[in-house]
Every structure is written in C-alpha cells, then in structure tokens.
C-alpha cells in the first residue's frame, strides 16, 4: 500500500505539473488575445481620433477660405473705391488745369490784341506816306497771321488732351462679390 500511495502520489505530482503546463498555456493564450484585443482597440481609436482631426481640419480650413474670400471682397471694394477717389481728384484737377489755361490763353490774347492796338494807335501818329506803308506792311503781316494759323495746326493743348483721356475712359462698373 505504500507503493500504491507513492504511485498515486507521482501521479497526483505529474497531474498537478500537467495541470500547471495547461494552464500556463492558456493564461500564454489569454494575454497574446488580450493584447490583440488591446491592438484593435487602440487602433480602432486612433483612425476615429484620425478621422476626427481630418473633419476638424477641413471646417478650419473652410471657415479660414471663406474668411480670406470676405477679405478679398473687402479689400477689392477699398480699392475701388480708392480708385475711384483718385479719378474724381484727376478731374477736378484737369478741369482746374483747363481753366487755369483757358485764363492764360486769354490773358495772353488780351495782352496780344492789346499790343497790336497800341502798335497800330503809334502807326497812326505817324506820317501819311509811312501811314499807307506801315497798313500795307499791317495788312501783310496780319495776312501771314491768318495764313500761319490756317496752315499750322494748333497743338494739342493739356485740357484738350486730358479731356479725350477721360472720354476714352469707361465709367466705372460696380461688381457683386466673386
């Protein structure tokens, strides 16, 4: 009999080592699922936190686009208005331009007729035979007056070339936003 217990007691030993081996086997198999487990999870994670930064990255993005297309607009409508300031000032400036010489093309005329009265009124005091000659001579050179002025064009004068500026020019157009 004690044969018999020492050889249910190697048995108990091999069952209990056997029972040991299994069950580390399968705490072994129990951590390895786990961890797959714990894998997924953590991915499964990370591509929603991946999809979420993706989402909230193309509202930032749209929100600063329409931000930018607002200040575009702004600025485009500054601009034009600037420029608009810019060509009422030009022409209040050409249009003071053109009476400025309009004044000082007639003060010259004024000075010129008056310079040829006060030439003819000296002729005058003279004597007869001079008289008859200095009008022959008047007469001739008032002829090549006309004919200088007739055959020789005017230039262009800063108005006038200012005033076929702003005739070419467009009126300004006003546009809705882009």
Not at 43 to 50: M, P, V
Not at 115 to 127: E, I, L, N, P, Y
Not at 151 to 167: D, E, G, I, W
Request: aromatic fraction near 2%.
């Amino acid at each position: 009999s004690e044969k018999l217990i020492e050889k249910y007691e190697s048995q108990l030993v091999q069952l209990q080592e056997a029972l040991e081996l299994k069950s580390q086997e399968q705490l072994d198999a129990l951590k390895e699922i786990m961890e797959e487990r714990i894998t997924m999870a953590a991915e499964t994670a990370r591509q929603a936190a991946l999809a979420e930064m993706e989402e909230r990255i193309a509202q930032v993005t749209s929100t600063m686009k329409e931000e930018q297309e607002r200040e575009l607009i702004a600025e485009r409508k500054r601009s034009e208005a600037a420029v608009e300031r810019e060509k009422v000032k030009m022409r209040k400036l050409v249009k003071a331009l053109a009476i400025r010489e309009k004044k000082l093309l007639a003060k010259a005329e004024k000075e010129r007729r008056k310079s040829d009265s006060s030439g003819s009124t000296k002729q005058a005091s003279s004597s007869s035979s001079s008289f008859s000659s200095s009008s022959t001579a008047s007469s001739a050179k008032s002829t090549e007056d006309d004919d200088v002025s007739t055959s020789t064009p005017k230039a262009p004068t800063l108005s006038s070339r200012a005033s076929s500026f702003f005739q070419k020019q467009s009126p300004p157009t006003t546009r809705g936003p882009m």
